[in-house]
């Protein structure tokens, strides 16, 4: 039967973890608990804005040096004097009673009280909450024209206190001691953005980090005294924040703005989690229409002349949507569109011969008809991209975001996502690497049959007939590609029954960036005495023939397939490897389809494809026989590993990849590997910020001959962690992966909070500061941002939002203080140390 279950955790509508004991210790407070924060230095300290200074014990003190972030530079005493008498005077009365409206300070008060401050962009930069919108009777009424000024640390500001006096008003006690409606009010949205950068961001990236050398404080008018009076705003997480909010601002087109002190100094776990919610899944989803294809099919990847119009394919037998595309094409002449149709035999010669003139592949479309009109037009299912230079549709990157965007409620785009797998199996024959045309040949790591249950029971399983339909319709598209790509030939080893990532293909992918083959392609440039440009074109179009090299990019195409490109697990080899990875996701395969068949289709399927009829009992018969020979080929015991098996060489490999935690999310691994596997394999993967992507040891040493690669250590991927974490919990590790969720976690929030936030395709799990920067291959996606991060990045946002499941609220106050793994964990009570199994 279908497990109807889910993650041990939680249930599908809850999002609190069970059997965690929300507790707050006196040691650990959040990022906008005053008494706990403190101003880190501006350059050289290891951390951000919001640290902490450990006590041997664990626990955390406040040094004299550190401040909070409202911290005004007044001696304390003088600070607590004025709040007091300020609070007397104005904002409340003596006996606690509000103050009758003549008492109060004048404010903007059509502004006042009505906007959630944590409300979506949309709203909070809307035309409702806009000063230059209100009525006449509540406009401002103000005499300075400066929102912010005094870009210097407070050591400095006395040699320019004669211009600042001119300008701006006292320091706001008022403010300093009101709570929770503290606003500020920005009056030049675009001068205060300037002037912010100018001060602040010192070396010129257009964002605000740990790195930067400027005061870290300016001051900045309240809404209270309509912008009269100013506070410092202080650190790099709330200048930062404010620059990210502006920025914002000014993309909606705001001039002025009042902005909650709540929106800038919020803890970074709420924030961040706010923002792949409301914010971050919205800009990765793409919906295709007559008039958004253009920027949809735009591609960063490929430069060569013929990539220079946008273009897109579409498959031999979709007359449909070729009409739509040519009528996009007529409406928008300007983009100069091209659209083709694709052969109906799709050939590697075919594919490479399209390499010049790359194009978007046509993805699944429904019907739309037009309510005032009548009108029908087609348009496309939504999906999401995984971010930064992947502006298309990939096959495992839409299934770990499927995960993240159920649990935040965005079904339609994981459901669109299966619908266009669905129509790939049907039309190109497999699921891609992603929909462009020089990934024709190749798939990447199959999920289709859990993606698809996620679907069926996050949308009311049985009770909701499209979800019954959605749930057949894939297993149906499942089979086939179970038959036709994974046990069939070149990637079915026929005499391990196991399968390999080997698809076919032709010259050097496209896509990459041009010096990646360097290391590989310079003797050979040296050879025939030809350009790197030369030589490729030469290699490419079979006037050169380098058998070596066919072999070179046989398993690279591989490793590509593998969603692992690159590593050196991999390199040379990957085509003739049976993985860890691979197998264990058919063996999920075919247990899906055993438990589908016997619920969906009266244990009965018949199969268009071969005219075969099989039950429930033969496909559990081919994932008892897989289990079988994964053990046997692949399960070493004495290191706790599933490596790999070379099929050619008839021998098991040693590469310690993260992957061999995929048995345990497949539900293939006995109770007793499973235990072996947390003693023994876990250990050398564990590293400050999670599960890395292999041991040292077993990426070897590296040069400039042998650059570092990016699926190897010391680099650590969202989907690793989040099937490592499922897999843990299935066999009852929950505590394991809640310290490993804590880990990921923490790493992810202390680049967001220290980096301007930050959200990046990897991380390199070993570093404490600066985690974000890889320089291997392409580099890191996600931080190229010019004031503020929109999008993060797929899988990472999913990783994100799953990975807080596992969170009790001591924890996320933990994290959004930035309390480090080690000193987190021995801060614990001995009781609860068992949370984390440390
Ligand atoms: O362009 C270079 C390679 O980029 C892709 O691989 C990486 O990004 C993918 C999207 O996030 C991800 O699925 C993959 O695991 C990453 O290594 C692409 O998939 C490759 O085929 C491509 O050559
Ligand atoms: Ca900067």
């Known amino acids: ?11 599908p509508s809850d999002s609190k973890p069970m059997s965690v004991r929300p507790r707050r210790s006196s040691s650990q407070t959040s990022p906008i608990d005053p008494p706990m924060l403190v101003l880190r230095s501006p350059r050289g300290s290891q951390g951000s804005a919001l640290d902490y200074a450990s006590s041997p014990t664990g626990g955390h003190r406040r040094t004299s040096s550190q401040t909070s972030p409202h911290d005004t530079s007044e001696p304390l005493s003088f600070r607590n004097y004025r709040r007091r008498t300020s609070s007397q005077s104005s904002h409340s009365s003596v006996d606690g009673k509000e103050p009758n409206s003549a008492q109060r300070p004048r404010r903007m008060s059509s ?3 009505s906007f959630d401050p944590f409300s979506t962009a949309e709203i909070y930069y809307g035309p409702a909450t806009d000063p230059r919108k209100q009525k006449k009777s509540h406009k401002l009424n103000r005499t300075r024209t400066m929102s912010v000024f005094g870009n210097t640390s407070d050591s400095k500001r006395f040699t320019q206190s004669q211009y600042h006096l001119q300008r701006r008003g006292s320091e706001d006690d008022s403010y300093l001691s009101s709570k929770g409606n503290r606003r500020f009010f920005i009056e030049d949205v675009d001068r205060t953005l300037d002037e912010l950068l100018k001060s602040e961001d010192t070396d010129s990236n257009f964002q605000i980090t740990i790195e930067d050398t400027g005061p ?9 005294s309509n912008g009269y009076k100013y506070v410092n705003v202080r650190g790099t997480y709330m200048l930062s924040n404010l620059l990210q909010e502006l920025t914002i601002a000014k993309s909606f087109g705001r001039h002025q703005i009042i902005l909650d002190e709540a929106r800038i100094n919020e803890n970074p776990v709420n924030r961040l989690a706010r923002l792949i919610a409301t914010q971050f899944w919205n800009n990765l989803t793409r919906r295709i229409d007559l008039n958004n294809i253009g920027e949809i099919a735009r591609d960063s990847k490929v430069d060569t002349p013929g990539a ?7 498959p031999y037998n979709c007359p449909d949507q070729y009409e739509f595309y040519i009528q996009a094409s007529q409406m928008h002449p300007s983009l100069k569109l091209e659209v083709e149709y694709l052969p109906k035999n799709i050939t590697p010669e075919y594919v490479k011969s399209i390499n010049e003139t790359p194009g978007l592949l046509a993805l699944a479309m429904e019907e739309h008809v037009n309510p005032s009109t009548g009108e029908k037009t087609l348009i496309g299912y939504p999906y999401a991209v995984p971010g930064g230079r992947f502006n298309e549709l990939y096959g495992w990157d839409s299934y770990m975001m499927a995960l993240g965007l159920l649990e935040n409620n965005k079904i339609d785009v994981a459901r669109g996502m299966v619908e266009h797998f669905i129509f790939e199996i049907e039309h190109y024959g497999k699921i891609l690497n992603a929909n462009r045309s020089y990934y024709l040949c190749r798939s990447q790591p199959p999920f289709l049959t859990d993606m698809a249950l996620q679907i069926y029971r996050k949308t009311g399983g049985d009770s909701n007939p499209n979800a019954v339909d959605l749930v057949k319709r894939a297993f149906v598209a499942a089979i086939k590609e179970y038959k036709t790509v994974w046990t069939a030939s070149p990637r079915l080893d026929p005499e391990t029954g196991l399968s390999c990532y080997h698809p076919n293909g032709l010259g050097v992918p496209p896509e990459t960036e041009a010096d990646h083959f360097d290391s590989i392609l310079v003797c050979f440039m040296k050879k025939y005495n030809l350009s790197r440009e030369g030589f490729i074109e030469k290699y490419n179009n079979g006037e050169i023939k380098e058998p070596a090299l066919d072999e070179f990019f046989l398993h690279d195409r591989g490793v590509r397939e593998s969603g692992h490109d690159t590593t050196y697990r991999f390199e040379g080899v990957c085509a003739y490897l049976a993985t860890i990875d691979l197998n264990s996701l058919l063996y999920k395969y075919e247990r899906d389809i055993a438990d589908v068949i016997e619920k969906f289709f009266d244990n009965e399927y018949h199969d268009p494809l071969d005219n075969s009829v099989t039950d429930a009992q033969h496909w559990r018969d081919l994932a008892e026989k897989r289990k079988n020979n994964i053990t046997k080929y692949m399960w070493d015991e004495e290191t706790g590993f599933f490596f790999d098996y070379n099929v050619v060489a008839r021998q098991r490999t040693s590469y310690e990849s993260a992957t061999t935690f995929w048995a345990l999310w497949a539900g293939l691994a006995t109770e007793e590997q499973a235990k072996i596997m947390v003693e023994k394999a876990l250990p050398p993967l564990e590293m400050l910020g999670g599960i890395v992507a292999c041991t040292e040891r077993s990426r070897g040493p590296l040069s400039i001959q042998r650059p570092s690669r990016q699926w190897d250590y010391p680099y650590g991927w969202a989907p690793h962690q989040i099937l490592a974490w499922q897999g843990l919990c299935e066999y009852g590790y929950v505590a394991v992966a809640t310290r490993l969720a804590y880990r990921w976690l923490y790493i992810m929030t202390k680049a967001f909070v220290d980096y301007n936030g930050i959200v990046v395709e990897k991380y390199d799990v070993t570093r404490g500061t600066d985690p974000h920067r890889v320089e291997a291959e ?3 996606q996600g931080a ?9 990045f797929g899988w990472v946002n ?6 807080l499941k596992y969170m009790n609220n001591h924890a996320r106050r933990a994290l959004g203080a930035c309390i480090p793994p080690i000193p987190f964990f021995q801060s614990l009570k001995a009781s609860e140390r068992k949370l984390y199994s440390v």
């Open 1 to 11: 039967m279908v497990d109807l279950t889910t993650h041990p955790l939680t249930s």
């Open 111 to 113: 502004l006042k009280d």
């Open 216 to 224: 870290k404080v300016i001051k900045v008018g309240t809404a209270n």
């Open 308 to 314: 220079q119009n946008p273009r897109v394919y579409v």
């Open 778 to 780: 392409y580099g890191n």
């Open 784 to 792: 190229d941002f010019k004031g503020v991060a929109t999008e993060g």
């Open 798 to 803: 999913a990783s994100y939002v799953l990975g």
